[in-house]
């Protein structure tokens, strides 16, 4: 009877820590991520909506304008992770978030391509590392099992950021000549300063550790700080050698499912940007295609549609990840979906039903992408989880420059986006073959450790 007890404390325990970071945690590093997704897609918004006319942007340069942003986020993303766990999420995050906001303030006033390129590259270095870093940090405050529920509820910010993001936008748009602005530089001026504030409260607000969580009981510090070091203690980074540096950097960057990851994670990524960054051109397109009209609202508000299902879909994927475990066609069978129903978009017949397609293919990708989240943290943990989390998003980076100019240099090249968007139902097939060979692979290598990457299902 007294192990009945203790076991039903422990559980009642655990129920109250792990709904206290879901509350006090989450929303708030999510509200950051949909801000941080904003300034970063807002291109996207303004290039139909009199950037392209202003700056005389072709589809290429517009594409490299929106893939250029990830070679400077590229470039510094690893040092920005291990600069994190060395100094602490609170601090380096504020930081993070005021850099890029100052950046993304002076988009208001380009004039030209040239200075166009400049900030896109400059906003990449600003927000480098924001990303992994949050993954990073809210890896730290919930044990594994709990994970996917925890990165389902964060990640949810990233579709919201285009239902809500995209009318706001539109409806910032629409202040055409506030301040004698066009309507376009109202939007940046608009989206740039949450940025500023959010970074500002981020170093009062967040908490590295649970052990200096004042909202939390000491039970609950107690029984969060032993399951996460009983857990860490299993992981490539857990001993004092790999756990700093140059070793960190070692264990991750050697590790063969780290790459395996990277190329995955490279496949969604590719689909996710070629979307964020097109669908509103595409839709624009509807005008002449289907011989239509939009206002600047309307295409706002379609441009919105796929994604509040996609939020629904993740959700719920997540919780079901979450209940089961983390199965290889959590991850993979998205990417199939995703991959066979972008082409297919392309050979609808009406506005309706493309976007019913294209929210298909937002629905698949993003319910794997915070399962796929999840699996990193079972197998790294330190400094080694700081660099190979980093460097699976770096990937993920250069598929956002890639999916950005090779989407634009292909539509100048063939004149329509036939090509360019059956590449991205190329690369999330070639997502979904690696996950299911990563997912056999590692139940080989881990049988008799009773053990596995991700459990098969």
């Known amino acids: 009877m007294g192990a009945t007890a203790h076991s039903a404390e422990r559980s009642a325990v655990e129920r109250s820590a792990i709904k206290k970071v879901s509350v006090r945690l989450v929303p708030f590093v999510a509200l950051m991520f949909f801000v941080n997704y904003l300034d970063r897609t807002a291109v996207s918004f303004a290039e139909p909506n009199g950037m392209g006319q202003d700056l005389a942007l072709t589809a290429a340069q517009f594409g490299f304008a929106s893939g250029i942003f990830f070679i400077g986020y590229i470039i510094l993303e690893v040092p920005s992770n291990m600069a994190l766990h060395k100094f602490g999420a609170r601090r380096w995050l504020a930081r993070i978030m005021v850099s890029w906001g100052i950046v993304a303030l002076l988009f208001t006033w380009v004039q030209n391509t ?134 960190a950097l070692k264990a991750a960057f050697t590790n063969s499912r780290v790459w395996t990851l990277a190329l995955i994670y490279f496949g969604f990524i590719y689909g996710l940007y070629a979307l964020a960054f097109f669908l509103p051109t595409i839709i624009n397109g509807f005008q002449e295609q289907f011989d239509t009209s939009f206002s600047v609202m309307d295409k706002a508000l379609i441009t919105a549609i796929p994604y509040l299902p996609a939020a629904i879909v993740l959700f719920f994927w997540s919780r079901h990840a979450t209940k089961h475990g983390v199965g290889k066609w959590h991850i993979a069978g998205p990417a199939v979906v995703g991959g066979v129903s972008i082409p297919i978009a392309l050979y609808m017949g009406s ?70 968007l059956f590449l991205v139902g190329a690369f999330m097939l070639m997502s979904a073959a690696l996950m299911l060979w990563l997912a056999n692979r590692s139940k080989g290598q881990d049988a008799g450790r009773g053990r596995s990457l991700v459990e098969a299902h």
């Open 114 to 247: 040239e200075q166009l390129y400049t900030l896109r590259f400059l906003l990449g270095v600003a927000e480098a590392g924001f990303f992994p870093g949050a993954i990073l940090f809210l890896s730290q405050w919930v044990p594994s099992r709990h994970r996917t529920k925890v990165l389902g509820l964060f990640y949810l910010a990233q579709p919201l950021t285009t239902v809500i993001g995209a009318p706001l936008a539109g409806w910032f748009i629409n202040q055409h000549g506030l301040f004698g602005l066009e309507g376009w530089r109202v939007m940046f001026l608009g989206v740039s300063i949450p940025a500023i504030l959010l970074g500002i409260i981020a170093w009062f607000y967040l908490i590295d550790r649970p052990a200096d969580a004042k909202w939390l009981t000491a039970t609950e510090k107690e029984w969060l700080t032993a399951e996460l070091a009983a857990e860490s203690a299993t992981k490539t980074g857990a001993d004092e050698k790999t756990n700093h540096g140059r070793e």
């Open 351 to 420: 506005p309706a039903a493309t976007v019913a397609v294209i929210t298909i293919t937002a629905c698949a990708i993003f319910a794997a992408l915070p399962v796929f989240w999840s699996v990193p943290s079972q197998f790294l943990t330190g400094a080694a989880a700081a660099a190979g989390i980093a460097l699976i998003n770096t990937m993920g980076n250069v598929a956002g420059f890639a999916a950005g100019y090779v989407t634009g240099w292909l539509k100048d090249f063939s004149g329509d986006y036939y090509l360019p």
